[in-house]
């Protein structure tokens, strides 16, 4: 029966150990819609890559809507700084669930503000823009690794906004109770083992319960009623003991000390004389060892009565001096954890546990354990981390715009320049035109009409370098030269974002200076800066070299002069100049300091420390007769034309708005001031008539 009970035990643990294993390889998984709670109605949603993590998974969510709306895509700082003071609701966050059965969310704040706006559509700061309808599946994808991105989501009639969106989420189960089943099939085979052990032995005692008792008969017929008594209480008492074998003997140490003894064991090569009752010889020899064990310890004590008594073992610690019967049989069966059968138990145990250290554990008090990190101080070392990594992250490092950005914009300027070209109409450039740009177009439109001069060339769109400042602060700059196919030279402008909800302008443009180089810069190349142009009366400032440079224009001894590269567009005009002096023999020419406009510059700083300045000045040619009466004669259509005559006996003033771009080097370096743009227009002209002359 005992031998039936161990195969169906060890079967039923085998089993249970199957079904752990399968159940706890399989996985269960739950899927959960996460929400977005905290938004209210409001007239624009900004959507940040706060809620995205690509490596969770998490990249693709859906925005719950009605009806259409449009999708700005933009830089963070960009549509941050677009809104201003404007309601809106900002989703920024995910929060993952600590509890696998709640979903987790995504949160949202409404921040009141404004509901008058203007219309972002067409706004330089988005890379695109597209239109949506209802419920519409989003994947996140930035046009660009750098920098931080974030969608605007608005109507075109500034009703309330989409402001809810919607993401799944896997919450993924490890079966527990798979652990336990491990657990208990263990468990149930390591009781068959002990049941096959104790029904293989239970004959083997039966027989020598039997051999005993008809060697123990002669002498029992002969005994006192008393003795046969006490020796069958001996005979039970041992029934349940396991044969001791004089010739491998070894002796268990007592439970109170933990000691071993020295183990005795038979040589082999020596013959073992076997006594008729070998079980209890060997028994009267453990019992001896033991009564030794004792007296010995009794006698150490009487020795040092001070002395601690001796610390119990870990095995029996928390345990009585005196076992019970049964745990004293089934420590003997295991050898005190010497037996196979006990290594294969401690094996199984530690198996056990360690499968327990993968699901979730609630670790007991341990004053021994190290202490634990407090979260509010753990959350705040990662906030200052945080904080001291967002600030090594220069804000140069990318310019503000990407190339497709400036393509649009440069397309979209020469799309109004050409417009307002054709019709001659400087009131259709002010959506894209600005500054001293503006002004060389309304100057060329009037020469144009007067005397039928050449209009500028068209805006090219073709870019061959782009310096754009990094700075996402307003105003921002960028130093454009493109190519345009009708134009003999190349082109420099100057275009200029001046607060986030204005687009950028073209502010300066003129035709690059002949023989002249500059580097080749990509439109999303970091490290440029807004620069400031400083004073005038600053020596090292960007004003003064302007000044400086236009005294040189009229004056070609002037000691600036040495700190400029070769300019064959300076060396032309002082030669020009030259000329118009050794060919008037009646008159006085002269060119006082140019009129430097200070208003209207602007500079950015190249990486290296180079700043490149854009500004204008009025150069002013001053014509005297030599004497009275001797005639100055006129011969530009355009001049006749503003001064009613080709003739004059009276002093004649003719100013051309003469338009740079400069290329300043650092102040520690030896390079030269290089003049890599120039362009002009006749700006005025003047004839100093009396009061009494009305003949012009």
Known sequence: ????????????????????????????????????????????TVITDDVIDAEDGRDEFTIEAEGEYLIAVGRTYDIEAWLGDAAHNRVTGYEASEDPEQPSRITAEFIDGETDMPDPTDSDLWVSVESAEGETPYRWDTPDEAGDWALLIYREDFEPAPNSITTTETVTFSNE?????????????????????????????????????AAAAPAAAGAESGHAAEDAEAENGREDQEPQDTANAWVIPGVETGNVPAVETAQPDQPTALAPDTENEGEDQADQVDQDHADQEEADQEEDPDQD????????????????????????????????????????????????????????????????????????????????????????????????????????????????????????????????????????YRNHDLADTALPNPIGTEVLSAAVSGDPEFPRQAMVIVEEPESESLQILFLEQATAQENYKLTHSTMMAPGTEFPTFSPEQGGISVADPGDAEDENSPARVLSSLSRWFVDDGHDFGEQVSESLYIQALHEYHEELSEAADDTEINFPNPEVDYEDLSAIELPDGTVVLAGSFDMT??????????????????????????????????????????????????EEIVLIGVDNLIADANIDTPDWFDEY
């Open 1 to 44: 029966m005992r031998i039936f009970s161990a195969i169906i035990a060890f079967l039923a643990g085998l089993a249970l150990v199957g079904f752990g294993v399968d159940r706890l390889t399989a996985e269960t998984e739950e899927t959960h819609t996460v929400q977005t709670e905290g938004a209210e109605d409001a007239p624009f």
């Open 177 to 213: 109770g798979g652990v336990w089943m491990i657990i208990g099939g263990a468990l149930l085979v390591l009781l068959s083992l002990v049941l096959f052990y104790w029904a293989v032995g239970t004959p083997r005692r039966k027989r020598r319960k039997a051999d005993k008792a």
């Open 309 to 444: 008594p001796p610390a119990p073992s870990g095995a029996d610690e928390g345990r009585t001096h005196k076992l019970p019967s049964w745990a004293q049989g089934l420590r003997d069966r295991l050898g005190r954890g010497r037996s196979p059968f006990a290594a294969v138990l401690a094996m199984l145990l530690a198996l056990a546990a360690g499968f327990g250290l993968g699901g979730p554990a609630y670790a007991a008090a341990d004053e021994d354990a190290p202490e634990q990190p407090d979260p509010e101080e753990l959350e705040e070392e990662t906030e200052a981390e945080a904080e001291v990594e967002t600030e090594e992250v220069p804000s140069e490092g990318y310019s503000v715009l990407l190339s497709s950005q400036l393509d649009r914009i440069l397309e979209d300027v020469a799309q109004t320049v050409a417009a307002a070209d054709e019709e001659q109409d400087a009131e259709l450039l002010e959506d894209r035109v600005a500054g001293e740009a503006l002004e060389y177009r309304e100057l060329a």
């Open 621 to 670: 040619m001053e014509m005297s007769p030599l004497s009275d009466g001797d005639t100055i004669f006129l011969d530009h259509d355009l001049v006749v034309e503003m001064v009613g005559t080709d003739w004059t006996t009276f002093d004649t003033q003719i100013t051309s708005r003469e338009y740079v771009v400069v290329q300043i080097p650092p102040a520690d370096s030896e």
